[in-house]
């Protein structure tokens, strides 16, 4: 469906394949020593740029990209600035186009603006890899996320995992719903009715089912992983707030082998209480954060190969 | 209706001595319900003869077999972003642009910079068009000055100038109390008021239609209800009030509705529709393409839907391009940053042939109807002969080959804006000549004319 030419893209994992999405994951499993530092690097990209177009500042995904750039023998170099591309009265194209004809070999692009990394594609001739977009996607955190949870149950059919929090305005969000839902397990979005609207059940396409539900009690004892949105405060009313919130009573109401997982950076006790987040029989957010990077390498792999 | 002095008389005084015959046509009338094969000839700016005309041997003449011979279409809803330092568009390029779309006449939208706001501005541009001396344009002047929705604009003086109708097009004029004081102040002054009707506090910042597209690309949503919510206050503030009321590029399926109960009250209750929101959906935004980003948003398949039913039992009866051209760089942006608008004058014809026509909602006599006649009454053209052809009346003229192939390429247009998301589209149908008072303006077929 997709032309070989745009197969070395990662825009999002929205229309993503299962095949397409398996092969990455595989990769990414056998790069895993690799990424982690126990395995010696590779040199399959020596001499190979990869820029990273940071229009805004995610220090922790530009930093991870970076470290899966230089384990694959390539080189990175960071274009860094704030603000849309309005106030950087240049447009983000010119300054994408000005990077590639540097003869880079892969733009690595997050933005505080939708689009931008699809609008990136669509004009020059490398690959553009999504580093996270406004609130449209973030797919190398979503294959991470993924990642985690295959590496603990292998196939992820009729696996269920709850997603909660500010699912409106969540990017991971959404990579997670297309990449989990394609791989057959079903999601459910928990959040208040303001910020988890109905209209996200229908985004995704895959086999897995999405459901919206606005009672974060409701679906404790249901879920095989239960992943907390870092809460933006600004957002919900104090007492909405506490309803999400996974409390160290709501996580004993958790099945005894369910997951807890957060895309990171933890706003203790704020989404989601600090003895939850840190206990290691549950907890895999750090291991999120180290298939991160194997991902990440096994995205750049396939865009230079 | 337009005052002595304002542009179109003085548009009509240029207009030289000129003989045009065009012949073998079907002319289509559709203020009288003329259709036959017939000839028109023309002398001096207006039409001496319908019918069967032997030529004299000295004559400008059009070869018409086969085409469609309608009086000058009439686009009461195009931006020619003049005054503009930015100058995105003239009225030059703008008039030239409606020319090559089969257009004798536009009225065009006061977002300018500074805002039509004033007699003098309303002036100003009637004085501009008459120079160029290629489509008419009649002016549409603004509701509140500069367009803040704040205080009333000079609304009386500016009718006196020559302005045919009232709006603050590109914003809302959301308050109820100005509203309503606006609405009293147009019907006075005998014009028309044109609603752009988008609750701000509800899609004040809403990118795409609300619902599957807005979700899935992460963008804010703006949803119909934005548009119904105002047609509904508003319908319900004009009834005693009793003011020409219209509605600009509707929308959303369900605005039809509120628009054909008010008709069947006898509220004088108008609307219009693009060529974009009847032909294009949501789905046009899901590469983040700018060229699709249009204010308000394209919306589903079901209101298309039910907008074409709306054409088809004359809920709705005009049809206009909101022909807002941009410079590419405010449309090579991200799309949240990316302007609104989409051009249109040049390749609305054969769109809403395919749209309306080819889709048998309805046929060329109404579809012409929606160009011509049904405009030119709403915004008082008529009474100088607008709109319509009769022996006497000014010659305004549109020469339509309905079975004419070619492809939209924004690279050809007159206008400066190339921004037009039906790019590579292959149509049917397209003017080809523009007459004008008279004189032949916009003539695509050389070959077409014999000396």
Known sequence: ?305 | MPAPGCGCERQAKIVGVTEVLIQGGRVLDPASGFDQTADVLIRDSVIARIGRVSPPAEIRRIDAEGCLVAPGLIDLHVHLREPDPQSTETIATGAAAALGGGFATVCCMPNTQPPIDSASAVEYVNRRAALVGAARVFVVGAATLGRRGQQLAPIASMARAGAVAFSDDGACVADARLLSMVLRTVRAAGRCFMQHCQDPSLAGCGQVNAGHMAARLGLPGWPGEAEEIIIDRDIRLNRAIGCRYHVQHLSSGESVSIIRRARSEGQPVTTEVTPHHLLLTEDCCRNYDPQAKVNPPLRTARDIELLKEGVADGTITILASDHAPHPLDRKQLDFADAAFGIVGLECALPLYKAALVDGGVIDWQALLAMLTINPARLVGIDSIGLGSLAVGGPADVTVIDPNLDWTIDPREFSSMGRNCPFAGREVRGRAIATIVGGEVRMLRESERVTA
Request: glycine residues 10%.
């Open chain 1, 1 to 305: 469906m997709v032309p070989a030419a745009q197969n070395r893209h990662l825009l999002g994992l929205d229309g993503v394949g299962r095949q397409e999405l398996e092969s990455l994951l595989d990769q990414a499993q056998v790069l895993g020593p690799i990424a982690a530092g126990r395995a010696p690097p590779l040199d399959l990209a020596t001499g190979r740029i990869v820029a990273n177009l940071f229009f805004e500042d995610s220090t922790p995904v530009r930093v991870s990209f970076t470290v899966a750039a230089r384990r694959l023998g390539a080189d990175s170099v960071d274009q860094t600035g704030s603000g849309s591309s309005l106030s950087k009265g240049e447009t983000l194209l010119d300054t994408a186009l000005t990077v590639e004809a540097m003869g880079v070999a892969a733009l690595v692009v997050a933005s505080p603006c939708e689009g931008t990394p699809a609008r990136i594609a669509a004009a020059v001739s490398c690959a553009v890899i999504n580093a996270g977009d406004g609130r449209h996607e973030h797919p190398t955190q979503g294959l991470g996320d993924i990642l985690t949870l295959r590496q603990r149950w292998g196939d992820l059919s009729g696996r269920v995992i709850a997603i909660v929090g500010d699912i409106a305005d969540s990017r991971v969000a959404r990579s997670n719903i297309h990449g989990l839902t394609t791989l057959g397990a079903d999601v459910m979005l928990v959040g208040p009715p303001s910020l988890v609207p109905v209209s996200l059940g229908s985004i995704a396409s895959g086999p897995g089912r999405v459901t919206v539900v606005h009672d974060l009690d409701e679906v404790l004892e249901k879920v095989d992983a239960i992943m907390m949105l870092r809460a933006k405060m600004e957002a919900i009313a104090e007492e909405d707030h506490s309803a999400f919130r996974l409390t160290v009573a709501r996580a004993r109401r958790l099945r005894p082998e369910a997951l807890v997982m957060h895309p990171g950076p933890v706003n203790s006790g704020v989404e989601i209480d600090s003895e939850v987040a840190d206990d290691s029989r549950r907890s895999v957010i750090l291991r999120q954060v180290a298939n991160g990077v194997a991902v990440r390498m096994a995205v750049l792999k396939r865009s230079l190969s």
